[in-house]
């Protein structure tokens, strides 16, 4: 198995299941409505709901970066704002997440394995490759599903 793939399999472990450390994202998500969702149990916390598309959109700049793109996203794109808080809505949040998660496992699947020594565009220290970067997209997902679980037993 190629580096590409085993972090390609990480990634999705981290998400969808069999990660070593227990629950996956989805693991966590599995049973949350729109309402547990949206609810906000700890003043000036991140609600569930927010932390989803906020995963979603760090998964989407890392597979940018992949191609070649510098990408700093604004705080609307980091946290973007729930309108519509129905169960319709949620759904298509989570399809949304589950959407761009896939590309971002394919992207890792099909990038060359000697690439994961190169400098992500538009970061600085000698450090900051793609090897660390894609590695902090599976460090990202789980601390925040930690906190999904933690927001889910309130």
Do not use: C
Request: net charge positive.
């Amino acid at each position: 198995m190629s580096e590409t793939a085993r972090i390609a399999d990480q990634l999705r472990r981290v998400f969808y299941g069999g990660a070593w450390h227990g629950d996956s994202l989805f693991e966590i998500l599995n049973g949350v409505t729109a309402g547990r969702a949206a609810a906000r149990p700890v003043a000036n916390a991140h609600t569930i709901w927010e932390l989803v598309p906020h995963i979603a959109a760090w998964d989407g700049a890392a597979r940018r970066r992949m191609t070649g793109v510098a990408v700093k996203l604004s705080a609307k794109k980091n946290f973007p704002p729930i309108t519509d808080t129905s169960e319709e809505a949620w759904e298509k949040t989570l399809e949304q997440v589950r959407r761009v998660h896939d590309e971002l496992i394919d992207a890792v699947e099909k990038f060359p394995i000697k690439s994961l020594d190169k400098q992500v565009p538009g970061k600085t220290g000698t450090h900051y490759n793609f090897y660390y970067m894609l590695h902090g997209v599976a460090q990202h997902e789980l601390y925040h599903a930690g906190q999904i679980a933690l927001l889910k037993k309130m």
